[in-house]
Antibody, heavy 121, light 110 residues
């Protein structure tokens, strides 16, 4: 079955960077885009960006431009989200979510379990 | 890109129907029939309930339905059940390969 497995919880100090991974299995990795979404405590979901299935340049939400980088490794079916210059406002649960592509386009049909990132001095 | 607007909370009794609204702009909800809805239980990953405004993925109960009018999308849950109690979040394609979520609505089944 389709599965997304994310890396473990992270604790970072302000100003540091964090890299979260998301390993996909159960489908053809290069057939679907992958989104990154986060949820801060007490807040709603927030779209961060997308890694395209065809390997073309990722697209980021304007809010994160300049301090986020999303990449993929097709050899391991893994996508990565790198967020720099962390502040307390980046404390959140970070999810990878597969774009439904042909089945449910423009929607996120499979989600990873989430990775907790805590930023504290 | 501003978040879509959802009511903070809604409630209903078992068996009743409720509707959750999701208001965007002519740049997102109003321009595309590409609103999706997610059910999110605390501590779990969100689950896709509706895509392309009104379509249900395989396995989602037909008690869940979606619609859109102008810049506002809606999710209706009929025949409320206790297990429907969760947060519900809308999301819209916003053009230029970007997406925007709503703030989420907490559904309480009384």
């Amino acid at each position: 079955q389709v599965r997304l497995v994310q890396s473990g919880a992270e604790v970072k100090k302000p100003g540091a960077s964090v890299k979260v991974s998301c390993k996909a299995s159960g489908y053809t990795f290069t057939s679907n885009h992958m989104h990154w979404v986060r949820q801060a405590p007490g807040q709603g979901l927030e779209w961060m960006g997308i890694v395209h299935a065809d390997g073309s340049g990722p697209r980021y939400a304007q809010k994160f431009q300049g301090r986020v980088s999303m990449t993929r490794d097709t050899s391991t079916s893994t996508v990565f989200m790198d967020l720099s210059s962390l502040g307390s406002e980046d404390t959140a649960m970070y999810y990878c979510a597969r774009d439904g592509s042909n089945m449910s386009p423009y929607a996120m049909d499979v989600w990873g379990p989430g990775t907790t990132v805590s930023v504290s001095s | 890109q501003s978040a879509l607007t959802q009511p903070a909370s809604v409630s209903g009794s078992p068996g009743q129907s409720i509707t959750i609204s999701c208001t965007g702009t002519s740049s997102d909800v109003g321009s595309y029939n590409l609103v999706s809805w997610y059910q999110h239980h605390p501590g779990k990953a969100p689950k896709l309930m509706i895509y392309e405004g009104s379509k249900r993925p395989s396995g989602v109960s037909n008690r869940f339905s979606g619609s859109k009018s102008g810049n506002t999308a809606s999710l209706t849950i009929s025949g409320l059940q206790a297990e429907d109690e969760a947060d519900y979040c809308c999301c819209s394609f916003a053009g230029g390969t970007t997406w925007v979520f709503g703030g989420g609505t907490k559904l309480t089944v009384l």
